[in-house]
């Protein structure tokens, strides 16, 4: 409904400012966060399934001794308890949208498509990323305290940022979809998690890197950056491109 | 009617070419060899024996695992062929929005799913008799097996969601994302290191590759056959409908 009448309206007719793109951008962006602000819903809820995560990896490592250390799958650890965290945090993202006739009225206004897009992106991977800088703390507590860290400061940093950005742009496509399915978070779990593959393997890869170092870690570091960086790129260039479709339908 | 009529031309042609492939495999081709093996006497046996002076006599241990090769490489690239077939198909509907490109793109994704799953069992069979496992984590083999998860997820999502427009617009949408594996998948092994053979680099004899191009061409002959009985039956199901909603008025 929504898509026929911005359709119907002649581009010529819709006001073209120069920098309206971006302003809208911060809107539908800066009311995510107000959003977020007053009812603090995703980064609650995000948070403690991380936390409770973290409980059930405890249970999981219990019986593997005092020899085992930790540090060798810290990096699997953590991004399978990021891509858990926000396929929940992607699917009540758009749910709200969706339920309270937000996406409806996005529709509506005058806005570009891949706006829309870049801003819901964006404002997913602001959560996800606040959700993460939590969660790290917490799992080097309880996981990493023996052994220590081995890369440089920045290097988990860089990794995170370059994971999220393909999680949250991949994730908000693949949540605008199953927001609109019969199984709304079984779908997405289906859909994300073959997608992610790749960059999954690849950001772990890093962040192994970055946890143990010693003697070839940089070398492991940058390549599965350069990884994580290509699927990102083409990723998220293909969300863009199928956004339009998908939101309009 | 003409179409159906080809299609079983073609599937009677290219499983005559399969079948006469399989049999070119077992008496035709040259026996690949795999290391070769001594022993002490002379021994009543088909392979070429060759004295090695004081040691004995040793003959090239025959390959006969390698003989699956003409056809699970066939199945393999036809399953290729037929998901970018079918992505092309979905990028038609998107940029159409013709319902007939949707049903195309759904049946080449379920033509190429069964070939696919030949694949993998072909493929897993191989393994066990050349590298002693069913399975292995391994480029090639991982990247096929994500495939396989999206072609899968593909239909969950299309079962998922009532409406049929957005069912075939969010069809097509990942049908596009999913197919961005197959170029990857086939050319992965070119690129990392892979314990999966990359037959085609090292050239092969004519008596081998007679059987690979007969099995290729049938396959291939097989795989539309199929698509298009598919196409046809799927056309003739959405006349029934047709008609039962007018007798129903």
Known sequence: MADEILRRTPPAERTKVPGLSLRQYKAILRKDIVMELRTKEMVTSMGLYSLLTMVVYQIALSQSGSAFDPRTIAGGLLWLAFIFTSMLGLNRSLVHEKDQGCLEALLLSPVDRPVIYFAKASGNLIFLLIVETLTIPVFALMFLQQGGYGGSWWMIPLVLFAGSVGIAGVGTLLATMSVNTSGKDFVLTVLMVPLMYPLLLAAVSATSAAVLGGDGSISQFWSGIAGVAGYDAIMVLAAYALYEFVIGA | ?249
Request: hydrophobic letters at 55%; aromatic letters at 14%.
């Open chain 2, 1 to 249: 009617m003409k179409q159906l009529r080809i299609a079983i031309i073609l599937l009677l042609i290219g499983g005559l070419l399969t079948t006469t492939a399989f049999f070119m495999a077992f008496f035709t081709a040259e026996v690949q060899q795999f290391g070769t093996v001594t022993v002490a006497s002379e021994l009543d046996t088909a392979f070429q024996l060759v004295s090695v002076g004081d040691n004995g006599f040793s003959y090239g241990r025959p390959w006969f695992s390698q003989k699956i090769f003409y056809f699970h490489v066939p199945v393999a690239e036809a399953s290729f062929l037929v998901l970018l077939l079918s992505a092309v198909f979905a990028v038609r509907f998107l940029m159409t929005r013709k319902r007939s490109f949707d049903t195309k793109s759904r049946i080449a994704m379920e033509t190429s799913l069964v070939f696919v799953i030949l694949t993998m069992i072909t493929g897993v069979l191989w393994t066990r008799a050349s590298w002693g496992v069913w399975w292995e984590w391994e480029p090639r083999l991982t990247t096929y097996f994500i495939m396989m998860l999206m072609m899968i997820a593909y239909f969950v999502l299309r079962n998922s969601i009532e409406d049929e427009e957005r069912r075939a617009v969010y069809g097509a949408a990942f049908a596009v994302l999913a197919a961005i594996n197959a170029p990857i998948s086939f050319m992965i092994t070119r690129v990392l290191e892979s314990n999966h053979p990359v037959v085609f680099q090292s050239g092969m004899a004519s008596s081998n590759l007679l059987p690979f191009i007969v099995a290729q061409v049938g396959m291939l002959m097989v795989g539309y056959a199929v698509y298009a009985l598919r196409m046809s039956e799927e056309r003739l199901g959405e006349r029934i409908d047709a008609a039962k909603e007018a007798l129903e008025g």
